[in-house]
Nanobody, 119 residues
Framework: QVQLVESGGGLVQPGGSLRLSCAASGSIFSINRMGWYRQAPGKQRELVAALTSVGSTNYADSVKGRFTISRDYAKNTVYLYLQMNNLKPEDTAVYSC???????????WGKGTLVTVSS
């Protein structure tokens, strides 16, 4: 099992920045890919950014050049970050951390953190 805990959401003005964090613990050796997804009110969940175990990244077109995904390691914990710059009102959503572990046929999700971009 993998546990994911997000933090860092909040209210920010347009043009501002936030950094989201996700702490992954447990069977982290099974994780192949981690990513950030978001779901805005009335919309489907969408991939924002992903990072594979070998360091490959991909981003939604709407966030390219503004958001950066990164990863750090500590004892028995993987930290996934999403640096969000030049935020726009359309970035308002619940952001959730995901860890994909295909070798054990598991897909893990955090509870999500709300990001609100408003003046």
């Amino acid at each position: 099992q993998v546990q994911l805990v997000e933090s860092g959401g909040g209210l920010v003005q347009p043009g501002g920045s936030l950094r989201l964090s996700c702490a992954a613990s447990g069977s982290i050796f099974s994780i192949n890919r981690m990513g950030w997804y978001r779901q805005a009110p009335g919309k489907q969940r969408e991939l924002v950014a992903a990072l594979t175990s070998v360091g490959s990244t991909n981003y939604a077109d709407s966030v390219k050049g503004r958001f950066t995904i990164s990863r750090d390691y500590a004892k028995n914990t993987v930290y996934l970050y999403l640096q969000m710059n030049n935020l726009k009102p359309e970035d308002t959503a619940v952001y959730s951390c995901n860890a994909d572990a295909p070798a054990v046929h598991m897909d893990y999700w955090g509870k999500g953190t709300l990001v609100t971009v408003s003046s």
